[in-house]
C-alpha cells in the first residue's frame, strides 16, 4: 500500500519507533526490501538518491518502484532522497513519488527556508511529504560540495517552523557512507533539538551508527533512518559469492537468488533494530 512519511513518521516518533528508508539501485533490491518488510509486518521507505535518478531517471524509478509498492501488504513510502534543484522534485512529484527531500542544506539558513517552503507547497499540493535538512551532514567521500556542519538547536527551531517540511534531517556526528559504524553521534544536541520541535526526525548515514546508539536515537523522536551503505555491501558481496560458485551459471534469475536472500536478511536485520 503507497503511502507518505506522515503516514508513517509521527506515529513512530511519538511511539519511540523508527522506520528504515533504504536506498535501492535496483529491482532486486526493491523486491528484497519489501519481503523484509512483509515478513515483518512493518513499513518501509525505498528512496531514490542523486546517482539513482541521474542513472534511470525520476519516471523510470517510479515506474520500477510504485507497482510493487502498492501491492505489497504493508505501507510503502516511494521518496526521492537529498535532491538540491526543484525542477528534479517536482518530476517526481509528477512521476508519483509520495514523498521528497528537498536539500537546502547548502543555503544559507533564510535561503534554505524559503525555497523549502516553496517546494514543500507543492509537494502538499500532489498530497506528497517533504523532508529538510538543517545542517549539513557530511560524505566519507564523493560530493565535494558538501560542508560538515553540526545542527544548531536554534536553526532546527527556526527550520521546523517556517520550512513547512514533515520531517526534519538534522546533523549530529552522522557521515554518509561509512563502512564501518564509528560514528560518534552528539547525543546532547539530538536531546536539545527533539526538545523543540514535534517534527519527526530523521537521521542519514546510518550504516556508520552502532545499534546502540541507533537505539538511542529512535526514543529522540528520530523516527526514519536513511539506510544505504550496508545494502551495497550486502550486494556486491553475495552477488560475488554467486558468480564464483558456479562459473558456468550465466542466468540471471538463478545467480541473484543468493543475493535477494543477503539483501532480504541484511533489511530484515536494519529493520528489527529501528523497528
Ligand atoms: P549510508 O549509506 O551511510 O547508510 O547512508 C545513506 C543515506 O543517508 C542516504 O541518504
Do not use: W
Amino acid at each position: 500500500m503507497l503511502v507518505n512519511l506522515n503516514d508513517m513518521l509521527p506515529a513512530a516518533a511519538n511511539a519511540g519507533h523508527a522506520v528504515a528508508c533504504f536506498n535501492v539501485f535496483g529491482n532486486e533490491e526493491v523486491v528484497a526490501v519489501l519481503a523484509a518488510a512483509e515478513s515483518l509486518g512493518r513499513g518501509v521507505i525505498i528512496a531514490c538518491n542523486k546517482d539513482m535518478a541521474s542513472h534511470m531517471g525520476v519516471v523510470g524509478f517510479a515506474g520500477m518502484v510504485r507497482g510493487l509498492a502498492a501491492a505489497a501488504s504493508v505501507p510503502v513510502c516511494v521518496h526521492l532522497d537529498h535532491c538540491y534543484e526543484e525542477e528534479t522534485v517536482f518530476a517526481a512529484l509528477r512521476a508519483g513519488f509520495t514523498s521528497v527531500m528537498f536539500d537546502g542544506s547548502q543555503l544559507t539558513l533564510e535561503d534554505n527556508i524559503a525555497r523549502t517552503a516553496r517546494v514543500a507547497l507543492v509537494a502538499h499540493a500532489f498530497g506528497a511529504s517533504i523532508e529538510g535538512e538543517i545542517g549539513s551532514v557530511p560524505y566519507t567521500e564523493g560530493r565535494d560540495h558538501i560542508r560538515s556542519e553540526l545542527t544548531e538547536p536554534s536553526d532546527a527551531l527556526a527550520f521546523s517552523q517556517r520550512s513547512g517540511v514533515d520531517a526534519m534531517a538534522i546533523s549530529v556526528g552522522n557521515v554518509h557512507r561509512l563502512q564501518t559504524s564509528t560514528s560518534e553521534i552528539d547525543f546532547e544536541r539530538v536531546a536539545q533539538i527533539a526538545a523543540l520541535t514535534d517534527l519527526p526526525l530523521v537521521i542519514h548515514g546510518s550504516t556508520g551508527i552502532r545499534e546502540a546508539d541507533l537505539l538511542r536515537l529512535k526514543k529522540l523522536r528520530v523516527a526514519k533512518f536513511n539506510v544505504g551503505t550496508t545494502m551495497r555491501m550486502t550486494f556486491a558481496r553475495s552477488l560475488r559469492a554467486s558468480l564464483d560458485a558456479d562459473l558456468a551459471q550465466f542466468d540471471r534469475l538463478v545467480l541473484m537468488k543468493p543475493v535477494l536472500a543477503a539483501l532480504q536478511a541484511e533489511g530484515a536485520r536494519v529493520m528489527e533494530v529501528l523497528g
